[in-house]
């Protein structure tokens, strides 16, 4: 059935889903911080201008992709919800949600649990002015048939956009936009104005912080290349740079580049997504020549402006996944969490048969394999196609570790942040027993528990937040935190991790009430090189964690190693460090590498985790009257609980020669 299916047609159907679901740096032990191009370091206590900054830093939690009405493909523009709505969840404000009236009105309403520390509203950058052209009437196209036929009904109005990103050579439509897109382009700049001008009325500083931001949306073959673009301050380019603009990642650096302009304060970075349906397309050096100038060319852009990635969203997690053949470790049963990938799985999903003018929903099957050395997949959006390394954490982060050998720099130096990439506007909900549902065809517990078209509907679920270690709670001071790496994220709960390194940190820290500061200034936190020492040969960690002060007690720390042996294998390993099966409100634990070796490049990065709690889709299935619940409420084909979790951003060593 799916030879009948061109990759164009396929692509059309993802868009009518998964948008609607979505310098080289090295630093010693840093008591000082080095500042993001300066080359100058400062220490914590120089960036203190708000009364509650902290020197040893304030764990602060956000979301960091989402989407509202300016989106093409979001719910919310069922819902009306604007960035404005975002932002008034997101400080704890109650606003509009499904179900929608008879007359089209959002009756329902919803609101944060808890507020939230900081926010960036990512609304895809790619049609904001085609979305402004078809839906203003009066415009110069709004009686086009594209635009009639856009505004016919939400799905088609998405395929119609949708099909322009699927492609490795995008253009503008012309029908739309003109033949050299500028209509496009002028109606683009109302909603970018309204963006930024929402953002910057709620920022906050000391309080609450908004970044101007925008999703970089490319999906070619049908596979995520999707980036958030995050901005430091109000100074931003005249219009967003999206995947039309510049169709791979070295291109978007560099037209960012060259209209950021740093004299006047701009300044950015990007963040790319939830690298499980990536098909390897979030591997490096795609699209350049096979040198080693070219590459640590690509390796130098990339340190400087994409610091992080998200493991964990509303379309499943990206920590590890179990199998791979070039990766050697034993299998670690967390990494199959929510997950949709699965090596060896005969993975069903849905798709369309385009044998008929009607959208017809069909069923096609597809076993997870490994991608093939040397080549990419497609369809990873569909659940389909092959797994690469980069497709995961775990293994993206070995193999940057191989490329620094071979070139001298690392181009997959990421930390670790999670998000929702909620399309409904409401920023941060996360809660697995008040999950509103993130994209259209989630609107209530009936459509939820059904499969949905990609990661949706049963194969999704809340997603995470974004956590910061920041002295305060500014855009200076976050954005910084995000170079450097100093971030975490968490699977929604408000886990509080922590992770240091060091070669002479005391073994009795845990007990110490300036555990903190020793740490600092005996070492290294996540995010930082620990430099190879002369004086000591294993190096030493403190691991900390602290409960959710609103949720469940810790019961586990893992300290997760990956390292390159002397044969040039990639291997990995879960060691857990410490145990509470009763759960504690925190845990701590001083741990020694014994089996360190100093000529291996390796990293390490912290696990915090919760006991058994129940997946959010055992809630909506007590919502339904017994006689309405869909069989996945009984057969247990989806695991009735999760463990919750933290993951901080590695430590970095290399090797010696």
């Known amino acids: 059935m799916l030879d009948r299916v061109n990759l164009r047609l396929m692509s059309a159907l993802f868009m009518t889903t998964v948008l609607a679901a979505c310098s080289d740096q090295s630093s010693g032990p840093q008591s000082s911080l080095m500042t993001a ?27 960091l992709h989402i989407h509202t009405s300016y989106s093409f ?5 069922s819902t009306g919800a604007t960035p404005e709505d975002a932002h008034r969840y997101a400080r704890g404000e109650e606003i509009p949600i499904f179900p929608i009236n008879d007359k089209g009105v959002a009756v329902g309403r919803t609101k944060l649990d808890r507020p939230l520390d900081f926010l960036a509203v990512t609304d895809h950058g790619e049609f904001l002015g085609e979305r402004a052209l078809c ?38 439509i012309p029908e739309v936009c003109g033949e050299d897109g500028g209509l496009c382009r002028d109606y683009a700049q109302s909603p970018w104005q309204d963006i930024q001008a929402t953002s910057n009325k709620a920022n906050t500083p000391c309080e609450f912080t908004s970044f101007v931001a925008y999703e970089y949306t490319g999906t070619p073959g049908t596979s995520n290349y999707h980036r958030n673009v995050i901005f430091r301050t109000d100074s931003v380019p005249e219009l967003p740079v999206s995947y039309i603009d510049a169709p791979i990642d070295s291109k978007l650096w560099a037209a960012l580049d060259a209209v950021c302009d740093a004299e006047n304060g701009c300044d950015y970075l990007t963040i790319p997504h939830n690298s499980n349906l990536a098909n390897g397309r979030m591997a490096p050096y795609m699209q350049l020549e096979d040198t080693t100038a070219a590459k640590r060319a690509y390796a130098k852009s990339r340190l400087k402006r994409e610091p992080i990635m998200e493991i964990f969203q509303h379309k499943g997690g990206s920590e590890c996944i179990n199998g791979l053949s070039s990766v050697f470790g034993a299998p670690d049963e967390l990494c199959d969490i929510e997950a949709v990938r699965r090596m060896g799985e005969d ?35 569909l659940g389909a196609g092959c797994v690469h390394p980069t497709d995961f954490q775990r293994s993206a982060l070995l193999v940057g570790l191989k490329e620094e050998q071979a070139i001298g720099l690392n181009p997959i130096k990421l930390g670790i942040i999670a998000s929702t990439d909620t399309h409904s506007a409401t920023s941060g909900g996360v809660k697995e027993s008040a999950w509103v549902g993130a994209v259209s065809g989630e609107a209530n517990p009936a459509q939820r ?19 910061i270690w920041a002295a305060e709670n500014t855009r200076d001071a976050i954005f910084d935190a995000m170079l450097r790496k100093e971030v975490f ?22 007990e110490s009430s300036d555990m903190i500061t020793q740490a600092y200034a005996g070492g290294v936190p996540m995010g930082a090189d620990l430099i190879a020492s002369d004086k000591r040969s ?3 960690f403190l691991a900390y964690a602290a409960k959710d002060p609103d949720g469940q007690k810790l019961q586990e720390l893992h300290l997760v190693k990956g390292w390159i042996d002397a044969l040039g294998k990639m ?51 007590a919502a339904l009257d017994e006689d309405k619940r869909p069989a996945v409420c009984t057969d247990q084909s989806y695991p009735q609980t999760i463990r919750e979790m933290a993951w901080t951003s590695p430590i970095w060593y290399q090797g010696l020669e």
Request: charge should be negative; hydrophobic fraction near 30%.
């Open 73 to 77: 493909d979001a719910a919310a523009n």
């Open 135 to 172: 839906r203003t009437a009066g415009s110069p196209v709004y009686d086009t048939k594209f635009c009639s036929g856009y505004r016919s009904n939400e799905r088609q109005g998405m395929i119609l956009l949708g099909t322009v990103i699927t492609t490795e050579t995008p253009t503008r």
């Open 37 to 63: 191009d300066s080359g100058k370091t400062e220490s914590p206590a120089q960036m203190i201008s708000c009364d509650n900054s902290d020197q040893n830093r304030q764990a602060l939690f956000g979301d």
């Open 538 to 540: 294993k190096p030493i």
């Open 489 to 510: 994220g968490t699977s929604g709960p408000r886990i509080r991790p922590r992770l240091f390194a060091g070669w002479g940190f005391d073994s009795n820290m845990c």
């Open 449 to 467: 528990l059904q499969p949905g078209l990609l990661t949706s509907g049963i194969d999704g679920n809340p997603g995470g937040l974004a956590g």
């Open 571 to 621: 291997n990995t390993q879960v060691i857990s460090i410490a145990n509470e099966e009763a759960g504690a409100d925190s845990l701590c634990k001083v741990y020694t590498d014994d089996s360190f070796d100093s000529a291996q490049s390796a990293y390490y990065y912290l696990r915090a985790v919760e006991p058994a709690t129940p997946r959010w889709h055992t809630y909506d299935c």
């Open 347 to 381: 993975k069903t999903y849905l798709t369309s048969d385009f044998s008929s003018t009607e959208l017809v929903i069909v069923e096609a099957s597809k076993v997870t394999v490994e991608c093939p050395e040397g080549t990419i997949g497609t369809y990873g959006m």
